[in-house]
């Protein structure tokens, strides 16, 4: 049995910790922001549309909904700040698949990929277009993603992706000039498919959008039930009553408002280090020139960056399930997934041995059977609901977000008669069903990435009835 590249070439611990010593617990993007803030909702409001959710699946929705009525009366309601969760802690990585990668969209959706694959450029490019036009000052760029081989085994794959057109690959040598870590084999620069932002910031700008269209957005405003009325829908605060003609639900990992879905998510905590900014010196020995952003092949892989002043986030990996899917500030700080992290780091940029974490944090993503985003309606067409990204959602919720008005509005379009749209993935089982599931598939994973990508008993019997995971 083989075993990977990380294991292989540990860094000595106390390099480890002391790369750790005086880290904040808490997401970098998140720091020093000149943010808005809005007001707690209270007494009662009368609405055409309200969105519960201000991270980016609900910022984009109440936005769109005015840029296609400006005179709809649009509240946003958000349970603490806008982009404290999933919008504010991930990477940055604004990419056009809209499946969680072309292997598992090919698995699920093999009929439509090619047109889900267009609709995800349009996608990406719509995006790009408006931070352009609307002036967003989020640090986007259109970098493109670097995929990397760390292991024999995973080299024929990026070859055979690699079409000289928006897609370049690199082997030996090539590679490590493009990116210096001893530890590549190859790589494959897709041009094209991603573009890198500053989460926090984009958060920021879409609430000020929002803002400025008229989209009446409230903080602090948990909302603990859902009802039918006469005329549309009721939405209860702890200080007062929404009403409303239409709902679009985007609570991302946190439980359905829509009691028979909540199963179809568990939240799962991923996380992330962040270094000091790099010197000229330190920049040079690792080449990057061209910033994009990488993530390796394994099934338990890493994701990393640059920002804009050149620090690298470092993620993933780790993707830790509580029992009974808890959600808890406590877990956010897990020195194992942090220490684990950062040896994989200097495992992979030796030469930068000495170079200190400023942040570490943690998120919770919103993991679905099929690993990518699902939709579906309630109360008669009154309710959309999207959720399901699994890490994947940056620029995949501005598509949910269509997806959901135009449902909301019943119309039928290329988006809603989509088979990814129509259909609904399994439900996780029940505890303790579910956390024994998804620590077994953890195992298997790890075994998978020790023994040259072999899949055991287990990942084939999932892979057989949809719910494998390759992406």
Not at 204 to 212: D, G, K, N, P, Q
């Amino acid at each position: 049995m083989g075993s990977t590249v990380f294991d292989r070439n540990a860094p000595h611990p106390g390099l480890v910790a002391d790369s750790l010593a005086g880290s904040r617990l808490h997401p970098f993007w998140l720091e020093g922001l000149d943010s808005p803030t809005f007001p707690r909702f209270s007494g009662r409001g009368v609405y055409d549309l309200v969105v519960v959710g201000g991270g980016y699946t609900g910022l984009w929705t109440a936005l769109q909904a005015k840029q296609r009525d400006p005179g709809r009366r649009v509240a946003l309601v958000e349970g603490k700040t806008i982009g404290w969760a999933a919008s504010g802690r991930n990477g940055g990585f604004v990419e056009a698949s809209l499946t969680h990668g072309e292997s598992n969209g090919s698995t699920r959706f093999p009929g439509e990929l090619e047109q889900l694959d267009r609709l995800g450029m349009e996608n990406l490019d719509e995006i790009e277009a408006t931070v352009a036009e609307l002036g967003w000052d989020c640090d986007f760029q259109r970098t493109g993603s670097l995929a990397v081989a760390t292991e024999e085994y995973q080299v024929e794959e990026l070859r055979a992706a690699h079409d000289g057109v928006t897609e370049y690959f690199f082997e030996g040598a090539e590679i490590r000039a493009e990116l210096g870590s001893p530890t590549y084999l190859a790589g494959l620069w897709s041009t094209r498919a991603t573009a890198l932002v500053h989460p926090g910031k984009l958060a920021r700008e879409l609430a000020l959008a929002c803002a400025a269209a008229g989209v009446e957005l409230f903080e602090k405003s948990p909302v603990t039930g859902l009802g039918e009325t006469l005329e549309g829908m009721e939405l209860r605060t702890p200080h007062g009553t929404l009403a409303g003609r239409r709902v679009a639900l985007a609570t991302n990992a946190f439980p359905s408002l829509l009691r028979r879905f909540r199963l179809h998510t568990v939240p799962v905590y991923d996380y992330v280090l962040m270094t000091e900014p790099l010197s000229a010196e330190q920049l040079e020995s690792i080449g990057w020139e061209n910033r994009q952003g990488v993530a390796d092949l394994g099934n338990q892989f890493h994701y990393y960056r640059l920002s804009a002043d050149n620090r690298i986030l470092w993620g993933g990996y780790d993707a830790i399930y509580h029992y009974g899917g808890r959600i808890r500030t406590s877990y956010e700080d897990r020195t194992a997934s942090f220490e684990r992290l950062a040896a994989h780091f200097f495992t992979t940029f030796p030469q930068l041995a000495g170079l200190r974490f400023t942040n570490r944090w943690a998120g919770v993503i919103d993991t679905s059977t099929r690993f990518c985003a699902f939709f579906a309606q309630a109360h008669g067409g009154r309710v959309s609901y999207a959720a399901g990204f699994t890490g994947l959602g940056v620029a995949a919720t501005r598509f949910a977000a269509n997806v959901m008005l135009d449902q909301l509005a019943g119309e039928r379009t290329e988006r809603t008669e989509l088979d990814m749209v129509s259909s609904i993935p399994l439900p996780f089982p029940p505890e303790p069903a579910a956390y024994l599931g998804v620590q077994a598939t953890r195992w298997a994973l790890d075994r998978a990435d020790h023994n040259d990508g072999r899949r055991n008993l287990l990942l084939r019997t999932l892979d057989a009835v949809g719910l494998g995971f390759d992406s």
